[in-house]
């Protein structure tokens, strides 16, 4: 009778036969069977986390030159137009007030030329890291359009029993 993969099971009256469950006991981790089953679970996780670590890499990578982008452009606006003093004093005389006045409209057209770089620069620092956002945004769509919940109802009914017999 206990070799017999059957076993009459009676719930509420309702009487069906059903296969019989293993009770397994936990195998000691030397088992030949399962070692080849550890060893290409930890190989699979191996893979999967150099993956990571390389995907990661490359975009912090590309987050260090970005920084090392923007901090040289800070170093060079600054070493090219030092901010002017632009304390504005009247002169006594209509001469010195021409030449004052052309030196401050000097000042001032340099700061615009710097402030229009500076801008120019982080637009596309910006359009950089929109792309790399962009990229990111479409690699876990597509994790999620890999699941297998998108297959077809058959693919996934045969996945799902394959998952019972395990």
Excluded at 158 to 166: C, E, I, R, T
Aim: with cysteine; hydrophobic share 35%; aromatic share 4%.
């Amino acid at each position: 009778m206990e070799d017999d993969p059957w076993e009459l099971c009676n719930d509420d009256g309702f009487v069906f036969k059903r296969k019989r469950r293993r009770i397994h006991s936990p195998s000691p981790p030397s088992v030949p069977d399962q070692e080849p089953a550890d060893t290409l679970l930890r190989e699979r996780k191996k893979q999967t986390l150099l993956k990571l670590k390389s995907k990661y890499e490359k975009e912090i990578l590309l987050w260090e030159t970005l920084l090392n982008t923007l901090r040289s452009m800070q170093q060079r606006t600054t070493q090219q137009h030092p901010q002017p003093n632009l304390s504005l004093s009247l002169p006594s005389t209509s001469s010195s007030s021409d030449s004052a006045g052309s030196s401050l409209l000097h000042d001032l057209l340099l700061q615009v030329e710097a402030q229009e770089a500076i801008i120019r620069d982080v637009s596309n620092l910006c359009d950089i890291a929109e792309t790399v956002c962009v990229k990111r945004e479409e690699q876990l769509k597509q994790t999620l359009f890999d699941l297998p919940i998108w297959a077809s109802p058959l693919e996934l009914m045969q996945g799902l029993y394959d998952g019972v017999d395990d």
